[in-house]
T-cell receptor, first 117, second 118 residues
């Protein structure tokens, strides 16, 4: 149980285009999901907290107009990188929050590798 | 200030030996949780072990144990009987605030790359 999927796993796009990444909790409902980005050989940096039915909460320094987050249902959150540029190339990972064995745990998706040419 | 510090960018260990990965944290919140994750080259984040700030005993999960030294604010991961498949990046993470609280943000350390040698 507690499986999180991401689609696509890998995407290459041209500079200036928009890319949508989906994060789904497959066997549980998640009112809260999180979006992270990870540069090569670096740590995960939290971008935003995605709340079902309400606006996402962005971390300081993350442009909300650049990284659009929609959490339309209890099992799906989407991250859209708008007008992508090469510096947006990164590994994007989502996680879904679940109360598990008495404590809150985040279950991570497999990640999406974005390359902007 | 760094909230989670992993001072070992890389570690080598011989197969079947034990290895300790260091993690120190900084928080003024009396309630917090500490996590260790494994990230193989495929990129997925694999949960290994959890320690709550009020837990009296050190957490253990199979070959993984967490050496929780609350006064020193350290939460080192011990992997016993290392296997070749343990070669990966390991991240320590902290959640501040009450268990079950509305916010469950994780703050990650910079990671330690573990290489298990045959």
């Amino acid at each position: 149980g507690a499986v999180v999927s991401q689609h696509p796993s890998r995407v290459i796009c041209k500079s200036g285009t928009s890319v949508k990444i989906e994060c789904r909790s497959l066997d549980f409902q998640a009112t809260t999901m999180f979006w992270y980005r990870q540069f090569p050989k670096k740590s995960l940096m939290l971008m935003a907290t995605s709340n079902e039915g309400s606006k996402a909460t962005y971390e300081q320094g993350v442009e909300k107009d650049k990284f659009l987050i929609n959490h339309a249902s209890l099992t799906l959150s989407t991250l859209t990188v708008t007008s992508a540029h090469p510096e947006d190339s990164s590994f994007y990972i989502c996680s879904a929050n679940l109360l598990w064995s008495g404590y809150n745990e985040q279950f991570f998706g497999p990640g999406t590798r974005l390359t902007v040419l | 200030a760094q909230k989670i510090t992993q001072t070992q960018p890389g570690m080598f260990v011989q197969e079947k030996e034990a290895v300790t990965l260091d993690c120190t944290y900084d928080t003024s919140d009396p309630s917090y949780g500490l996590f260790w994750y494994k990230q193989p080259s495929s990129g997925e984040m694999i949960f290994l072990i959890y320690q709550g700030s009020y837990d009296q005993q050190n957490a253990t999960e199979g070959r993984y144990s967490l050496n929780f030294q609350k006064a020193r604010k350290s939460a080192n991961l011990v992997i016993s009987a290392s296997q070749l498949g343990d070669s990966a990046m390991y991240f320590c993470a902290m959640r501040e605030g009450l268990e079950g609280g509305a916010t469950n943000k994780l703050i990650f350390g910079t990671g330690t790359l573990l290489a298990v040698q045959p």
